[in-house]
C-alpha cells in the first residue's frame, strides 16, 4: 500500500517525508501521485505506475546515528553545565569527547556523577561503560534512585530519617542506536517510529493487547544485509514517565522502548541485556542531581516508585573472598573453579586481578547476555 494523504498527513507532509525518504524496494526516489478515484494524494517509488513497490526507508539521520557526538563542543559542555554544574563539568570536562572509555575514567566519571549509589551499581554502570564504551557524560547511561513504597503507597525511610532507595541503571536510546552503528549501518522503515496500527498490533499482539496501553512501532532494514526487523511496544497510559514537561510523551516512550526491542532482535547479543531501562535522553537533563549530596534527598523529575522489586537476588557486595566467589558462581551459574578463572580469562587464580565483587558482577553481565 502507498501512502494516503489523510487528516493526522496532509498533502504537505507527503511532499516534506519524499524529501528524506526513498523506495524500499528499489532505493530509487518517491513521488506524490494522486488517485482520481479516491481523490487522494499519495507517496509512492517514481516508478510506481509501473513496479508497484511497496514501502519506504529513511536513512538514519546524524543525530540518531551519533547522538551527542553530532553536536559541537561547546554544545555538548553548554548542556553538562545545566545537567551536573559548573564544578563537575570543570573536573570532568576533558571526558566530554569521543574518546575511549577506560575503568579509569568510568570509575571518575561515575564516582563523582553518582557517588552516592551504593558500590554495587556503581560497579555495574562503570563496568556497562568499559565494555560498551558508553559515557555518562555524553548522555548514553545514567543511574537513577527511586524512592521505595510501603505497602501503603507511603515513601520508606531508614533510621536516620533518609528515604530509601532502588537505584536502576538506565541506557540512553541514543546510545543503544550507537552501539548498533558502530558496527551496523540501518535504516527505517515505513514511516517508523510511530505509533502502531491496529492491523500491526491485533497481527503481532492477537488477544493480547492491552486495551489501556499505547503501542510504539518501529520497523528497522539493515542496509548492507537487507535484513528487517521490528518491535512491538506498549506502555500503560497511566504508568509515570519522565521529562513530561519538556514534552516527552507516553508514545514517545512506547516508541523508544519499540526501537531498543527492534534493535536487539537485529543485532542479538551486541547490547547489554538484563534489568536496563531504555530512556530518551533528550527528556531526561538534570537526572545527573538525582540525590543531593548534602541531605540525601532526592531533587528534580527523579523521583519515581520502583520499576520492579530486587528481592531474593544476590547481593555481589557480600562476596568478599575467592571462595565466596567460587561458591555464588557454582550456585548461581553452575559453574566449577577452574570454569570461572577460565571465564574471567586468567590462567590461574592468582592472575586474578579484580576484587572478588567485581569478578562476580563481570561474570554476571556475561552470563546474562547468552
Ligand atoms: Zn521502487
Same mark, same amino acid.
Given at each position: 500500500?502507498?501512502?494516503?494523504?489523510?487528516?493526522?498527513?496532509?498533502?504537505?507532509?507527503?511532499?516534506?517525508?519524499?524529501?528524506?525518504?526513498?523506495?524500499?524496494?528499489?532505493?530509487?526516489?518517491?513521488?506524490?501521485?494522486?488517485?482520481?478515484?479516491?481523490?487522494?494524494?499519495?507517496?509512492?517509488?517514481?516508478?510506481?505506475?509501473?513496479?508497484?513497490?511497496?514501502?519506504?526507508?529513511?536513512?538514519?539521520?546524524?543525530? !540518531?546515528?551519533?547522538?551527542?557526538? &553530532?553536536?559541537?563542543?561547546?554544545?555538548?559542555?553548554?548542556?553538562?553545565?545545566?545537567?551536573?554544574?559548573?564544578?563537575?563539568?570543570?573536573?570532568?570536562?576533558?571526558?566530554?569527547?569521543?574518546?575511549?572509555?577506560?575503568?579509569?575514567?568510568?570509575?571518575?566519571?561515575?564516582?563523582?556523577?553518582?557517588?552516592?549509589?551504593?558500590?554495587?551499581?556503581?560497579?555495574?554502570?562503570?563496568?556497562?561503560?568499559?565494555?560498551?564504551?558508553?559515557?555518562?557524560?555524553?548522555?548514553?547511561?545514567?543511574?537513577?534512585?527511586?524512592?521505595?513504597?510501603?505497602?501503603?503507597?507511603?515513601?520508606?525511610?531508614?533510621?536516620?530519617?533518609?528515604?530509601?532507595?532502588?537505584? &536502576?541503571?538506565?541506557?540512553?536510546?541514543?546510545?543503544?542506536?550507537?552501539?548498533?552503528?558502530?558496527?551496523?549501518?540501518?535504516?527505517?522503515?515505513?514511516?517508523?517510529?510511530?505509533?502502531?496500527?491496529?492491523?500491526?498490533?491485533?497481527?503481532?499482539?492477537?488477544?493480547?493487547?492491552?486495551?489501556?496501553?499505547?503501542?510504539?512501532?518501529?520497523?528497522?532494514?539493515?542496509?548492507?544485509?537487507?535484513?528487517?526487523?521490528?518491535?512491538?511496544?506498549?506502555?500503560?497510559?497511566?504508568?509515570?514517565?519522565?521529562?513530561?514537561?519538556?514534552?516527552?510523551?507516553?508514545?514517545?516512550?512506547?516508541?523508544?522502548?519499540?526501537?531498543?526491542?527492534?534493535?536487539?532482535?537485529?543485532?542479538?547479543?551486541?547490547?547489554?541485556?538484563?534489568?536496563?531501562?531504555?530512556?530518551?535522553?533528550?527528556?531526561?537533563?538534570?537526572?545527573?542531581?538525582?540525590?543531593?549530596?548534602?541531605?540525601?534527598?532526592?531533587?528534580?523529575?527523579?523521583? &519515581?516508585?520502583?520499576?520492579?522489586?530486587? !528481592?531474593?537476588?544476590?547481593?555481589?557486595?557480600?562476596?568478599?573472598?575467592?571462595?565466596?566467589?567460587?561458591?555464588?558462581?557454582?550456585?548461581?551459574?553452575?559453574?566449577?573453579?577452574?570454569?570461572?578463572?577460565?571465564?574471567?580469562?586468567?590462567?590461574?587464580?592468582?592472575?586474578? &586481578?579484580?576484587?572478588?565483587?567485581?569478578?562476580?558482577?563481570?561474570?554476571?553481565?556475561?552470563?546474562?547476555?547468552?
Amino acid at each position: 500500500m502507498p501512502i494516503y494523504e489523510e487528516e493526522k498527513l496532509t498533502r504537505e507532509d507527503l511532499f516534506e517525508l519524499r524529501k528524506k525518504n526513498k523506495c524500499k524496494q528499489c532505493g530509487g526516489m518517491l513521488n506524490v501521485f494522486m488517485d482520481f478515484g479516491a481523490g487522494k494524494a499519495f507517496l509512492a517509488c517514481n516508478d510506481w505506475q509501473r513496479t508497484h513497490h511497496d514501502g519506504i526507508e529513511r536513512e538514519a539521520s546524524r543525530y !540518531e546515528q551519533e547522538g551527542l557526538a &553530532s553536536l559541537t563542543i561547546n554544545s555538548r559542555r553548554e548542556i553538562m553545565e545545566q545537567a551536573i554544574g559548573e564544578e563537575k563539568t570543570k573536573a570532568l570536562a576533558r571526558y566530554i569527547g569521543p574518546g575511549p572509555i577506560t575503568k579509569a575514567i568510568a570509575t571518575e566519571i561515575v564516582e563523582t556523577l553518582w557517588g552516592q549509589a551504593p558500590l554495587i551499581e556503581k560497579t555495574k554502570a562503570i563496568l556497562l561503560c568499559q565494555t560498551y564504551q558508553l559515557n555518562p557524560l555524553m548522555k548514553h547511561l545514567y543511574l537513577v534512585g527511586y524512592r521505595r513504597k510501603d505497602s501503603a503507597g507511603k515513601f520508606i525511610v531508614d533510621d536516620q530519617g533518609k528515604p530509601v532507595l532502588d537505584w &536502576s541503571i538506565q541506557i540512553g536510546i541514543g546510545a543503544t542506536r550507537l552501539m548498533a552503528q558502530r558496527k551496523h549501518n540501518y535504516s527505517y522503515l515505513d514511516l517508523t517510529p510511530r505509533k502502531a496500527t491496529k492491523e500491526e498490533i491485533d497481527r503481532i499482539l492477537g488477544d493480547t493487547a492491552d486495551p489501556n496501553c499505547i503501542y510504539g512501532f518501529v520497523h528497522i532494514k539493515d542496509v548492507n544485509s537487507g535484513a528487517e526487523a521490528f518491535g512491538l511496544r506498549g506502555i500503560g497510559k497511566t504508568e509515570n514517565i519522565k521529562g513530561v514537561e519538556k514534552g516527552n510523551t507516553h508514545l514517545n516512550m512506547a516508541c523508544v522502548r519499540a526501537e531498543r526491542l527492534a534493535l536487539d532482535r537485529q543485532y542479538p547479543g551486541e547490547m547489554p541485556q538484563g534489568d536496563i531501562e531504555v530512556v530518551d535522553e533528550r527528556y531526561i537533563e538534570g537526572d545527573f542531581k538525582v540525590v543531593n549530596e548534602t541531605t540525601g534527598e532526592i531533587t528534580g523529575s527523579g523521583i &519515581s516508585t520502583s520499576p520492579s522489586g530486587s !528481592e531474593g537476588k544476590r547481593d555481589p557486595d557480600t562476596i568478599r573472598t575467592l571462595n565466596e566467589l567460587y561458591k555464588a558462581c557454582n550456585e548461581d551459574f553452575k559453574l566449577q573453579p577452574a570454569q570461572v578463572i577460565s571465564e574471567l580469562g586468567v590462567s590461574s587464580q592468582s592472575d586474578i &586481578s579484580d576484587t572478588p565483587t567485581e569478578c562476580y558482577l563481570k561474570i554476571a553481565t556475561v552470563r546474562k547476555q547468552k
